[in-house]
């Protein structure tokens, strides 16, 4: 099994539209979680970090669920503008390296 | 800032060259990583330093990869000889504090590397 693991997508979505993405990790003692989004040819750049209580940050929600080892990103009236990949990311205790998955790609469309 | 700095942006050589690639990380941080990603097998991190150390160099796929960091401003990773395989993106990230702390890595614009 693997260690982070997304839906590779794509998702196409109209402009407007509300559309979720789910990630599953399997290493029960992660405790660091992240959204990086990464556009067509360019680097992968930190969203947002997940916290356990959930967070916003305008019209992108993230939650965590550590019973079920999965997270959510959650984004509201989407834009053209958010058409990217989203890796979901996971960091275990102490100095272990950063876990990418291997994406979600999203396209909106007008 | 500047942000990560990699050079080239692109490469494309012929199988057995020799490749070096090379990053400039942000000033003042003291993690630098080296990832590797292709559309079959993601973002995999190859190696990664603290304070110009190499920690952890279990990601390099074999002994033809080699990365160093003479000093905090610079660092290399050199592909010898270089195979069809190894075409990929190669991205270098740095940030302020160790991977579990939770630090933002900033990536560079990454190193589109193919192997004919």
Redesign the interface.
Known sequence: RKEVEQDPGPFNVPEGATVAFNCTYSNSASQSFFWYRQDCRKEPKLLMSVYSSGNEDGRFTAQLNRASQYISLLIRDSKLSDSATYLCVVSNSGNTPLVFGKGTRLSVIA | DAGVIQSPRHEVTEMGQEVTLRCKPISGHDYLFWYRQTMM???E?LI?F?NNVP??DS?MPEDRFSAKMPNASFSTLKIQPSEPRDSAVY?CASSLG?????D??Y????TRLTVL
Do not use: W
């Open positions: 097998r993601g973002l991190l990664y603290n920690i952890d990601g991205f160790g991977q579990g702390s939770g933002t890595q990536f560079g614009p990454g």
